[in-house]
């Protein structure tokens, strides 16, 4: 049994042949490098991240999260109906 703390060993434990990981695409690129890796994307669905913001609705400081929130949102091309949609379901 192997153990690693950086996507780097991992990667070169897979590449000796010794198991199976599961990498962000951000990291896929760069590891790429090494031709004993093979890289195969998760068919649909395809994995994803939410994320959430949460404070007390008493917070002082609630303007700060709400304009927290809107900078989020724009940063990550998130409409109000995809995210009206996705509360629907």
Same mark, same amino acid.
């Given at each position: 049994?192997?153990?690693?703390?950086?996507?780097?060993?991992?990667?070169?434990? &897979? $590449?000796?042949?010794?198991? &199976?990981?599961?990498?962000?695409?951000?990291?896929?690129d760069?590891? %790429? =490098?090494?031709? %004993?890796?093979?890289?195969?994307?998760?068919?649909?669905?395809?994995? +994803? =991240?939410?994320?959430?913001? &949460?404070?007390? =609705?008493?917070?002082?400081?609630? $303007?700060?999260?709400?304009?927290? +929130?809107?900078? &989020?949102?724009?940063?990550?091309d998130?409409?109000?109906? =995809?995210? $009206?949609?996705?509360?629907?379901?």
């Amino acid at each position: 049994m192997f153990g690693a703390s950086s996507l780097n060993t991992v990667m070169q434990i &897979v $590449a000796g042949g010794y198991g &199976v990981t599961l990498i962000p695409q951000i990291a896929a690129d760069v590891e %790429r =490098r090494d031709e %004993r890796v093979k890289f195969l994307r998760l068919e649909n669905p395809q994995p +994803g =991240r939410s994320i959430g913001l &949460v404070f007390r =609705r008493t917070s002082p400081r609630k $303007a700060d999260f709400a304009a927290l +929130g809107e900078v &989020v949102k724009e940063s990550v091309d998130i409409s109000p109906a =995809r995210i $009206a949609s996705k509360k629907r379901n």
